[in-house]
């Protein structure tokens, strides 16, 4: 009895650990009190070493001899850092990442979710358009993995159900589902 209890507790205690999350706890929590991309924007001296979660969608990587310097388009956050996949965004920010960072892997388009301490503002060109960047010397960062595409089939579940009604046959008439796979 008390060796299917113990057999019992170590098969839950690592089906809990194989759930537990990869992301680092830092971008999972937010700073207390983590203000808005618009609010440091507008007042970037107050906030000067303010720690700050945010994150976004890669749009520029630079990297230079000492540092990768990241632009980012501000999305919003989920409740545990991963930006959210919509159209409104609160501006963009400069993260200084103090390693380098390989051009291959953290390609444009990429989520990423910064955690660190504002460092100032930057104004860069947009275009023709001078705009105003807050620069954030990150201290965490963590790359969001890509989202997996499926066929606009993918979720029928007629093609892949062994046993689906035919008119001509009746109900249930067994087929094997790969004569039923679209190409």
């Not at 971008?27 to 070493?49: G, K, M, T, W, Y």
């Not at 159900?161 to 008439?173: A, E, T, V």
Request: net charge negative; hydrophobic share 35%.
């Amino acid at each position: 009895m008390t060796e299917t209890l113990h057999i019992s507790c170590l098969l839950s205690t690592l089906l809990l650990a194989s759930c537990a999350s990869q992301v680092p706890v830092n971008i999972r929590q937010a700073p207390p009190n983590n203000p808005l991309l618009d609010e440091v924007r507008d007042n970037a001296v107050s906030f000067q070493s303010r720690q700050v979660r945010w994150g976004g969608e890669i749009l520029q990587l630079d990297n230079r001899e000492n540092a990768t310097v990241l632009s980012v388009l501000a999305r919003p956050l989920s409740k545990d850092g991963e930006p959210r996949s919509t159209d409104s965004s609160q501006g963009r920010f400069i993260a200084h990442i103090p390693i380098f960072i390989d051009p291959k892997v953290y390609t444009m388009g990429r989520e990423v979710t910064v955690r660190g301490t504002v460092a100032g503002i930057e104004t860069r060109q947009v275009g023709e358009y001078p705009y105003t960047y807050v620069v954030v010397k990150a201290t965490d960062w963590y790359l969001w993995p890509e989202a997996v595409q499926y066929p606009a089939d993918y979720y029928r579940w007629w093609y892949y159900d062994p046993w689906i009604y035919h008119p001509w046959y009746g109900y249930p008439y067994y087929h094997h589902p790969h004569h039923y796979r679209h190409h």
